[in-house]
């Protein structure tokens, strides 16, 4: 067996821990605690087995025209992958020369650092709040990764910012909308405005929708980028139990909209309760929060929760070492993970 040099020097992407106990209260992922909408549980077991014998639609026609339908665009505007993060992939494949490097906001989504590894390019992080993106940038970036709202800090920025800077920018930007159902802007206008010819917005079922165990994603953007996309996905990247049950779930917006309006309400009862305790709480527009703990240091408060069996999100390094990303879970799951944090006196 040979193992090429990059891929033995890669520093593979550690996901979040999957704890195998029920009783774990699991804070540490981003997932959604409500269930996905009960359309979804319908069209599972409306679904026809004797159907698995046939490949799926390789360009998920009824569940692409729909996501069209919802962002006010054109069917050839959309692209579907098997989770975004099959998306961030693609257009690392689509949007960089081997000559050109990968950028994104730091920190962000650590993810971007390993697929421009994988890619084999290099990858240059902009200060996340810097005012100007434009400064810090390398003439060979040509594929910008936009986290908005940013992970794992929850900060919006401005849509208009991210345009200005697209208009201005010679490769593609995409905007990495994951969370921004939770948000109260996004940057889809942009997106599918008529002289646009690099904004791409991503965005996934993973969180607000509830389905993260499905992985589906998808994106939108100008006509020629949506069209590279699709020449380099596998021909059967989305199965066909995946397209059915997120086609389910992109029609009861209603459901996914209550879901998060759940979310954002614990979430802001959750950073007051924080800050009343003495711990650094910016803004969040997320399904998380990226909180400092006042007296301990972040990674002895996350072992010792984990030891109580409460999972929260801790990432070594300058700019985050000192905070632990909380996922927003329900009412009774922030009350655990708050006594908790009393029982080891953070
Ligand atoms: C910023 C960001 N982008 C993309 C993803 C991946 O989402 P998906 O489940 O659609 O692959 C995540 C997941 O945590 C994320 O935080």
Do not use: H
Not at 174 to 186: C, G, I, L, R
């Amino acid at each position: 067996m040979r193992v090429t040099k990059s891929v033995r020097r890669l520093a593979a992407y550690v996901p979040g821990e999957q704890p195998r106990s029920k009783a774990a209260v699991k804070l540490n992922t981003n997932e959604n605690p409500y269930p996905p909408s009960p359309r979804c549980a319908a069209a599972l077991r409306a679904f026809d087995p004797a159907l698995l014998r046939r490949y799926p639609d390789p360009v998920f026609t009824g569940l692409r025209k729909e996501l069209a339908r919802l962002n006010g665009t054109a069917p050839e505007n959309v692209m579907v992958g098997n989770g975004s993060d099959e998306i961030l992939t693609l257009a690392a494949k689509a949007f960089v020369e081997d000559d050109e490097r990968i950028a994104s906001l730091d920190p962000s989504y650590s993810l971007y650092k390993t697929l421009a590894a994988i890619r084999g390019v290099g990858w240059t992080g902009v200060p996340a709040e810097c005012g100007d993106v434009r400064r810090f940038l390398p003439r060979d970036a040509s594929l910008f990764l936009w986290t908005n709202p940013n992970a794992p800090t929850g900060a919006l920025a401005a849509p208009e910012k991210i345009a200005r800077f697209a208009r201005g920018f010679r490769g593609v930007v995409v905007v990495d909308e994951a969370y921004a159902d939770f948000a109260s802007a996004n940057c889809i206008r942009f997106a599918t405005a008529a002289g646009n010819r690099n904004l791409v917005v991503m965005r996934t079922f993973s969180k607000s929708y509830s389905l993260a165990g499905l992985r589906v994603g998808y994106c939108v953007g100008p006509a020629p980028l949506i069209a590279a996309l699709y020449k380099v996905k596998d021909s059967y990247n989305v199965d066909a139990v995946a397209q059915a049950v997120a086609l389910a779930a992109v029609k009861d917006q209603k459901w996914m909209k209550a879901n998060v309006a759940k979310v954002v309400k614990t979430r802001d009862a959750f950073t007051a309760e924080l800050r009343r305790r003495g711990w650094d709480v910016p803004p969040s527009e997320s399904n998380f929060v990226f909180a400092r703990p006042p007296r301990l240091k972040a990674e002895n408060v996350f072992r010792k929760l984990r030891e109580r069996g409460v999972y929260v999100r801790y990432f070594k390094g300058a700019g985050t070492g000192d905070r632990l990303r909380v996922t927003i879970g329900t009412d009774a799951q922030m009350k655990k993970l708050l006594a908790a944090l009393e029982a080891v006196g953070a």
